[in-house]
């Protein structure tokens, strides 16, 4: 299994404030991305980053931050929590790749988030 | 943008075989992937096709059709621990190999 590691796990708090899920993988990967999860939409890819200091925004970029200082480690925050929010959140990584084969993304086990 | 669609629910006898399609419109495609998910846990990679045709891998087959912007995924030999969601996800990049979901399938196999 893919060495990725998501804190918290769960997380309850309240609407306006700050909120960071914290992403940890020991495989070197290039790519990591922040996808959310909600009943009736799949996984939305919020934002991703392809090396240390380079992000970019996905689908539903609209109230998250990010941040990645390290390899190793990819940073999603919520500035000011809102209800709709409340989801659950998943991280997942991914090797580059210069051929025609995918390189999977592998998921970290996802962070509940409730918003009240 | 992105579009796919694929049914919401199937439901399918222990050791049978089912189909999951999915079609997709797509402004960039390098390939289809599908990926596995049962309740409470990570979806975890199965297959990817990047060209036509058939790939298989155990009971597990994907299928795809670029020209008819279409695919699927083939189990045979169903379990009770087949019973989970399965998303679609088109790749819609080379650059950091992003890929866009499906909302996915959930499969019920029952006895």
């Known amino acids: 299994d893919a060495g990725i590691t998501q804190s918290p796990r769960h997380k309850v708090t309240e609407t306006g404030t700050p909120v960071t899920l914290r992403c940890h993988q020991t495989?070197?990967?290039?790519?990591m991305y922040w996808y959310r999860q909600d009943p009736g939409h799949g996984l939305r890819l919020i934002h991703y980053?392809?090396?240390?200091?380079?992000?970019d925004k996905g689908e539903v970029s609209d109230g998250y931050s990010v941040s990645r200082s390290k390899t190793e480690d990819f940073l999603l925050t919520l500035e000011s929590a809102t209800s709709s929010q409340t989801s659950v959140y998943f991280c997942?990584?991914?090797?580059?790749?210069?051929?025609?084969?995918?390189?999977?993304?592998?998921f970290g086990d996802g962070t509940r988030l409730s918003i009240l | 943008g992105q579009s796919l669609e694929q049914p919401s629910e199937v439901t399918a006898v222990e050791g049978a075989i089912v189909q999951i399609n999915c079609t997709y419109q797509?402004?960039?495609?390098?390939?289809l992937s599908w990926y596995q998910q049962h309740d409470g846990g990570a979806p975890t990679f199965l297959s990817y096709?990047?060209?036509?045709g058939l790939e298989e891998t155990g009971r597990f087959s994907s299928f795809l059709s670029r020209s008819d912007s279409y695919g699927y995924l083939l189990l045979q030999e169903l379990q009770m621990k087949d019973s989970a969601s399965y998303f679609c996800?088109?790749?819609?990049?080379?650059?950091?190999?992003?890929?866009?979901f499906g909302t996915g399938t959930r499969l019920t196999v029952i006895p």
């Open positions: 997942a990584i991914s090797p580059s790749t210069v051929s025609i084969r995918e390189q999977p993304q592998h």
């Open positions: 495989e070197n990967h290039r790519y």
């Open positions: 980053s392809y090396g240390v200091k380079d992000t």
């Open positions: 797509t402004s960039g495609f390098y390939g």
């Open positions: 096709n990047a060209l036509d």
């Open positions: 996800a088109v790749r819609v990049s080379t650059g950091a190999n992003n890929l866009f």
